[in-house]
């Protein structure tokens, strides 16, 4: 019954490698999200998707690459990754920008 | 993207005694939202203001917004242990994306 889910909710791993955080909403939203939320706990938005096309795309490194399937999927897949990708990424949903969005728990990412 | 600016950072309190927290943006928005984020948690909704709304209650909860000097509050009564959190404004005055406050870290002690 969960409304946001993402997988993993731990990702630990090494400089350098490639990961990839996966989310799933069933709550018929059009609109996705992703968010980076740093240790002082200051939530960025990095992108967004409406119906699998891409409406924000903040100024990430291209390293990271997001990609939705569906509109009910949005994946957020990281190449190269560095000490400073070390966050809380959270994936979210809303049926419009202006409305309120569902929150998924979230995934850890620790870079060593 | 501009920063909205909750304050106070931080507020401690006792349980029943009433919290009070401010956020502040910078341009015209069409409505401003209230989150709470319980530790190692995502954001939960709590409330939606409209700009033409000035005040706005559910159950404890209750936000006032100033369009004039672009700045909203959010007040808990009679906090509980449970209500221990961070709580985040959110605006959508970059029309494209909601824009997060830096976000009150509250402490209700029994």
């Known amino acids: 019954d969960t409304a946001v889910s993402q997988t993993p909710k731990y990702l630990v791993t090494q400089m350098g490698n490639d990961k990839s955080i996966k989310c799933e909403q069933n709550?018929?939203?059009?609109?996705m999200y992703w968010y980076k939320q740093d240790s002082k706990k200051f939530l960025k938005i990095m992108f967004s998707y409406n119906n699998k096309e891409l409406i924000i795309n903040e100024t990430v490194p291209n390293r990271f690459s997001p990609k939705s399937p569906d509109k009910a999927h949005l994946n957020l897949h990281i190449n190269s990754l560095e000490l400073g990708d070390s966050a809380v990424y959270f994936c979210?949903?809303?049926?419009?920008?202006?409305?309120?969005?569902?929150f998924g728990p979230g995934t850890r990412l620790t870079v060593t | 993207s501009q920063q909205g600016e909750e304050d106070p950072q931080a507020l401690s309190i006792q349980e029943g005694e009433n919290a009070t927290m401010n956020c502040s943006y910078k341009?015209?928005?069409?409505?401003l939202q209230w989150y709470r984020q319980n530790s190692g948690r995502g954001l939960v909704h709590l409330i939606l203001i409209r700009s033409n709304e000035r005040e706005k209650h559910s159950g404890r909860l209750r936000v006032t917004l100033d369009t004039s000097k672009k700045s909203s509050s959010l007040l808990i009564t009679a906090s509980r242990a449970a209500d221990t959190a961070s709580y985040f404004c959110a605006t959508d005055e970059a029309g494209t994306a909601l824009i997060f406050g830096k976000g009150t870290t509250l402490s209700v002690s029994s």
């Open positions: 979210a949903s809303s049926n419009g920008i202006s409305y309120e969005q569902y």
């Open positions: 341009t015209s928005i069409n409505n």
């Open positions: 709550l018929g939203h059009d609109t």
